[in-house]
């Protein structure tokens, strides 16, 4: 009898372990950094909102450009602002953030975004063409005015889904070195906009994504 009970016992506490260990799994690192709203939009009776800190284009298959991302910021968040023209929705949002110094987004040994990884992904309802992301102070770094972010998204256009990346600023380039590797995809690609306190980098893999170098210090 003694036997009996220690075994279910032990039963018991394995179940109650087991339980814990799916939780914290469950319970993704930084999610709390993270409030997304979306909307659907009137282009033709929409009225511009107060003005951002700075904008980039959205890039969809690498040369269209279907929108754009901007960030702007309040006394508790970083508020980063996905836009599409008329006949684009946006479908799911990638976007991971942090201390350019460290590992602030995950990539391959090559140097590619791993974009599965990112700090956040939110699916969108249908026909959005507009998401906000409050992503709170306290994910950028403390002891640096810089900070990194990349911003994906899969959009849906006339032709079908494309994969788009925040990058190209409007051509205001103060500098552009845009050396073909030979295989179609550029080896190296930066455009600064330093009025603007933030530059546009390639991530340096094979892909065509890329990333924004920003200053905090632009939005105040």
């Not at 599409?84 to 140097?111: F, L």
């Not at 969108?124 to 900070?147: F, M, Q, R, T, W």
């Amino acid at each position: 009898m003694k036997f009996n009970l220690r075994l279910l016992s032990a039963l018991c506490l394995g179940l109650i372990f087991s339980c814990s260990n799916e939780q914290l799994e469950d319970d993704p690192i930084g999610q709390d950094y993270f409030r997304v709203t979306e909307y659907r939009v009137d282009h033709v009776n929409s009225k511009n909102a107060d003005q951002p800190c700075f904008s980039v284009d959205l890039m969809a298959g690498q040369h269209m450009n279907v929108g754009t991302v901007s960030i702007s910021k309040t006394d508790t968040d970083l508020v980063l602002t996905y836009s599409t023209i008329p006949e684009w929705t946006i479908g799911t949002t990638h976007v991971s953030i942090g201390d350019c110094n460290e590992q602030w987004v995950p990539t391959t040994k090559k140097g590619n975004p791993k974009v599965g990884k990112f700090g956040h992904k939110e699916p969108h309802s249908a026909d959005i063409n507009k998401v906000v992301y409050l992503i709170s102070l306290e994910a950028l770094p403390e002891g640096s005015d810089l900070y990194c972010f990349a911003a994906h998204a899969e959009v849906n256009g006339p032709n079908g889904e494309e994969t788009a990346w925040a990058g190209n600023d409007d051509g205001n380039d103060d500098d552009d070195d845009d050396n073909d590797d030979g295989g179609g995809v550029p080896a190296y690609r930066v455009s600064k906009n330093l009025n603007s306190g933030y530059t546009v980098r390639d991530f340096g893999g094979r892909s065509w994504a890329t990333y924004i170098e920003a200053l905090q210090s632009a939005c105040d």
